[in-house]
């Protein structure tokens, strides 16, 4: 089985000189995926343990496993998954994954380390490339998020995420209109991409367009934006600027 990712598409696929494994694992392998796809993931979970369990040496079982704790939240346990899958293949995809993961339980140390390897390795890798402008960015490393962040949209000008981290790195350079360009790139690649959202409230925070920057934090919550910090500062811009009854219930 061979995984294939491009930014923001994940794909498995049969081909040639890809890992062989038994037909019983590449079932199972085959259901994973499609229940991942579907969103129940608890079932592709015990799917690809199933074709694991076929074929203890099916990587890709243990690389889709991770993805999908990524997505449940489960940092910890994907670093855990995606060490074992580095230190018996260093596959970019992996690493590139690994670095996000280390950034999300806080590690911005290693999260560079692990995505710097991963481009030196791919360099037309434009997650991994977007994902270390956003671990550089937290490092304090402003220009390199940029170098970073520009790489990203050279490989794939259709990625969305890499513009909402390009206006976010912008914004920190304190060039507000640059960064709402960005943010608007973002929103006619993905409409509902929350992010860029509460982007553009930053943004038109910076510039006192309180009205503006209201209007987007608002869009932000109800775009279904997850992270807790940002909406925690959302929802008490809110409050404090005498709209609290926009805060979606």
Not at 97 to 115: E, I
């Amino acid at each position: 089985m061979r995984r294939l990712i491009a930014c923001g598409i994940i794909a498995a696929a049969a081909a040639a000189g890809a890992t062989e494994t038994t037909p019983e694992a590449a079932a199972f392998f085959e259901d994973g995926v499609a229940k991942t796809n579907a969103g129940k993931y608890e079932e592709a979970i015990a799917a690809f343990e199933k074709s694991l369990g076929a074929d203890p040496n099916l990587v890709e079982a243990h690389e889709w496993i991770a993805h999908i704790l990524i997505l449940q939240g489960d940092y910890e346990g994907a670093i855990e998954r995606y060490q074992k899958i580095v230190a018996r293949r260093p596959s970019t995809e992996s690493k590139v994954s690994l670095g996000l993961a280390y950034l999300r339980v806080g590690d911005v140390d290693m999260a560079v380390k692990t995505l710097s390897s991963a481009v030196a390795a791919d360099p037309g890798n434009c997650k991994g490339w977007n994902n270390l402008s956003l671990a550089y960015l937290r490092q304090g490393e402003v220009v390199r998020a940029a170098e970073a962040a520009d790489k990203a949209i050279a490989l794939d000008a259709g990625y969305a995420p890499a513009y909402v981290n390009l206006g976010n790195v912008q914004l920190r350079q304190g060039e507000a209109e640059a960064a709402m360009a960005s943010f608007r790139k973002a929103l006619t690649l993905e409409a509902d991409m929350a992010d860029a959202y509460f982007g553009l409230g930053e943004a038109y925070s910076y510039v006192d367009d309180e009205q503006a920057a209201g209007d987007n934090y608002v869009k932000y919550l109800r775009h279904g934006g997850a992270d807790p910090t940002r909406r925690s500062a959302a929802v008490k811009w809110l409050w404090d600027h005498g709209r609290g009854a926009e805060v979606p219930k």
